[in-house]
């Protein structure tokens, strides 16, 4: 099954796939188009939430089977980034004895931005990298901090 968000404000807008009997998100993606109401789709309610400041996280299952080792201890570190904090790649590859870059990568690959939240992670000269684009990952920083 798939569900729709459409942040008309930010121009973001979500395709969320869900395997409705094991309550497990199976992919994120943003689309680059809002989805019409009159669709079958709808908004989902945890993302106009968390958009809202009623949550302040998300409580999800999610697969991560194809990924490394490495890579799934990278996603848990980024998951523990408390709402409204940043923090630096840097910060991250010191946890886990991995290079920085390492962790730019998994942030770059990461399959479920903002549920994984990659956009609390910034370079140490204060670059905001994101793969759905700086001013959305500037967006839900600015998003957390106002709801902190």
């Keep these: 099954m798939f569900y729709y968000y459409n942040n008309f404000n930010t121009k973001l807008f979500l395709k969320i796939k869900f395997h409705q009997k094991e309550k497990t998100i199976i992919r994120l993606e943003r689309i680059h188009y809002p989805v019409k109401i009159y669709t079958k789709s709808y908004e989902f309610k945890p993302f106009i939430d968390f958009f809202s400041g009623r949550i302040k996280s998300f409580n999800f299952k999610f697969r991560l089977d194809k990924f490394s080792e490495a890579v799934k201890n990278v996603l848990g ?11 630096t790649y840097s910060d991250i590859a010191k946890k886990v004895n991995l290079h920085p870059r ?14 994984i939240p990659c956009h609390r992670v910034i370079s140490k000269n204060g ?5 759905w684009g700086s001013e ?11 709801f902190i």
């Design 127 to 131: 670059s905001n990298f994101y793969q």
């Design 77 to 87: 570190c980024l998951c523990c980034i408390p709402y409204g904090q940043i923090v």
């Design 136 to 146: 959305r990952k500037i967006f839900l920083q600015n998003l957390e901090k106002k």
């Design 102 to 115: 390492f962790i730019g990568n998994v942030c770059r690959i990461n399959p479920f931005p903002i549920i």
